[in-house]
């Protein structure tokens, strides 16, 4: 526990409120974490939250080199891995942060083009992640003659893992908190010295919520693609399914503005990707039925 908080778990302060529920006494997470690993001079540094993009980009290279070796990809060398991280990296970087500037946030941004790109202060967005990814691996798969499905069901997998570490630098940034909630386990920002206006309240780990997703759909991938062997593009829309799917009930616990008919902006995107993901593996299980050939 105390790897997890400094300070330990606390319960439930004493009181009527918590005299009527003695035999459930919550215990709760205080947070207090520090967003810099390493604080250079002011607000600018380095945070937690760059290192699972770090370690998601090595763990994507150091997988991919294996598949090459191996020759489980035509055309996919150790020199032209070296090439595909470059597109990825920056597809990756350019559509998160185009999301979430002029997608998500662009009201707190405005008109001020060095804050669009000040991607040291944090602000990614998954859903521009994914297309920025996406658009990456097809411009290198055009270029180098990679099939698209190949790369991108491979590739996936580390991505899910260093997902579910990004919700763990979210947790420690104190981004994204969850709705009220004093329940088991429950998070409490209200003594945190580095948030100006901490969330009110114990509230849902979502952050921690969505690290459990990220790594649950990480283990099914990997075993589709260790198990299975399913056709190209497969593993891929599998992820994109269930992560629209389980992200789109998980925002019911997240403390986000609400847009239309009480959902979310984000679960809008995220019900679009579970039905579009559920939509192509359709799509893919009558093609193979009927015998028709897969698009790589």
Known sequence: MDLLNPRGYY?????????????????????DFDPFLWRISGNFGIRWYALPYIIGFILAYLFLR?????????NLTEETLDSYIVYLFVGVIVGARF?????FEFGNYGFDPL??????RGGLSFHGGLIGGMLGTWAFSRRYDVSFYALVDRVIIVAAFALGLGRIGNFINGEMPGTPYDGPLCVDYTQNR???RPPQGCRHATQLYEMA?????????YLEYRYLKPRPGVIFWTFVTLYGLIRFLLMFVRDEQRVVAGLTLSQIFSALMALGGAAVLLRMALARRSGEPTVA
């Open 99 to 103: 999301f979430h500037v002029f997608v």
């Open 11 to 31: 319960g439930a302060p004493e009181g009527p409120a918590s005299d009527r529920s003695r035999g459930r006494r919550a215990i709760r997470i205080i947070h």
């Open 194 to 196: 580095h948030m100006t």
């Open 66 to 74: 294996r598949v090459a070796r191996r020759g489980e990809v035509e």
């Open 213 to 221: 997703k990220n790594w649950f759909i990480m283990v099914v991938l």
């Open 115 to 120: 804050r669009w790109i000040a991607v040291w």
